[in-house]
């Protein structure tokens, strides 16, 4: 391999694993990743539409307000006499049916953001909107458990905030054979094998010497253990069910991973909304269904907690081009056979009591959710990793 190509390889490792400082990624495992549990983060990135997600379709100015966007009754699943699924959550109706499902209305938090990548920062480092953090969520929980790498993983080519610590960083990867391949390669395997203490005190040349280390020892045991699992279930042939598709073999093969996060994108709809968001459900629910019966075949899903989050909602009023603007408070979907609380965990908004935009007004900060989750999930006292203080939802 010549030098060009070697940078090429070396880009890759980068990008396809963050490690915490001086330590191999898997050597140890922590005792919070010995009781089972798994935590699967999923982003709807753009903005879904919630109000058209769950829909109160007996509301007269839920219709008032979208007089060509409202989802019908007649085309919606319903739920309850009052609330109903869009069509396309085939899937999570029937979670809800089974007491797997609970569905947490107008999850917001103060002075909220519009803009897709602050909010989306707000949400991945559980910071107040005039806060500006470095750090994720987990990858403070990485931080307080004295974590390693390989107990968060992102299901993508590079690492999101989200994973990002102050002294430990998640993985990135999607394709495990690949990553054990490159980390095989001799140039790379020489380099790594020639490293030393004045390489790994450099700054950046440093960082990449430590990344390249640790990537060499992670990719072996993602690969080597990933690999004695195959999945029998179907997936639909798209990107996202691919990425949900790993994190089951993840999971069903015993990898000592305990927080998984991955994305399905495409929702910021200003324009022909009713089209677009009904296919991304459809791929969304889908590939959940999936998801969930290949855990659940493995008697994996018991042990499993599915949080799904949007970086904020839409406005109620449609627009011209017969879709909606950036809006504000949304629901978060809760996944699990160990939850507390199923169904609705409080009533949909109140659509006659809005802020001055406008826009939905929030009654739960998704701190509370997160605090919940660290608590009561992760087994780590929540103060430890949200800076702000609450007491966290009876959910799980």
Not at 106 to 113: I, L
């Amino acid at each position: 391999m010549n030098r060009r190509n070697f940078l090429k390889q070396a880009s890759l490792a980068s990008t396809a694993v963050f490690l915490p400082k001086f330590v191999s990624g898997f050597n140890l495992i922590d005792s919070a990743v010995a009781t089972g549990k798994k935590l699967v983060i999923i982003q709807l990135s753009g903005g879904n539409d919630g109000l058209n997600t769950v829909v109160p379709f007996r509301n007269d100015i839920y219709y008032k307000k979208r007089p060509a966007l409202a989802q019908q009754k007649s085309n919606l699943i319903g739920i309850t006499d009052e609330i109903g699924f869009h069509e396309s959550l085939i899937a999570h109706s029937n979670l809800y049916n089974n007491g797997e499902l609970c569905v947490v209305n107008n999850v917001g938090y103060p002075n909220p953001n519009r803009s897709h990548f602050r909010a989306t920062d707000i949400w991945h480092t559980a910071s107040g909107s005039n806060e500006y953090l470095q750090s994720g969520w987990i990858g403070r929980y990485l931080d307080m458990t004295k974590g390693k790498s390989l107990d968060a993983i992102e299901v993508d080519d590079s690492l999101s905030l989200l994973l990002k610590g102050e002294d430990t960083d998640g993985i990135a990867t999607k394709d495990p054979k690949l990553f054990f391949r490159t980390t095989n390669d001799p140039y790379f395997k020489k380099v790594v094998a020639h490293h030393d203490d004045a390489h790994l005190s450099e700054h950046n040349l440093g960082y990449l010497y430590k990344t390249m280390v640790t990537a060499s020892s992670s990719a072996k045991y993602i690969y080597e253990t990933s690999k004695t699992y195959t999945t029998k279930t179907t997936y639909p042939k798209n990107k996202f069910s691919k990425q949900l598709k790993q994190v089951a073999q993840f999971i069903n093969s015993g990898l000592q991973t305990k927080v998984y996060y991955t994305s399905l994108g495409g929702f910021d709809t200003h324009a022909n909304q009713a089209g677009k968001q009904k296919r991304l459900l459809k791929i969304y629910d889908e590939a959940m269904a999936a998801f969930i019966k290949d855990l659940k075949e493995q008697d994996s899903f018991k042990d499993t907690l599915i949080l799904t989050f949007s970086e904020f909602g839409r406005r109620v009023q449609q627009n011209a081009g017969n879709g909606t603007d950036h809006g504000t408070a949304n629901q978060v979907f809760l996944i699990g056979k160990q939850l507390k609380k199923q169904g609705f965990y409080n009533p949909m908004a109140d659509l006659s009591n809005l802020d001055s935009n406008g826009d939905l007004k929030y009654d739960i900060d998704f701190r509370e959710i997160y605090t919940a989750v660290l608590n009561n999930w992760l087994d780590i006292d929540a103060s430890k990793v949200i800076s702000a203080s609450f007491s966290g939802l009876n959910i799980i």
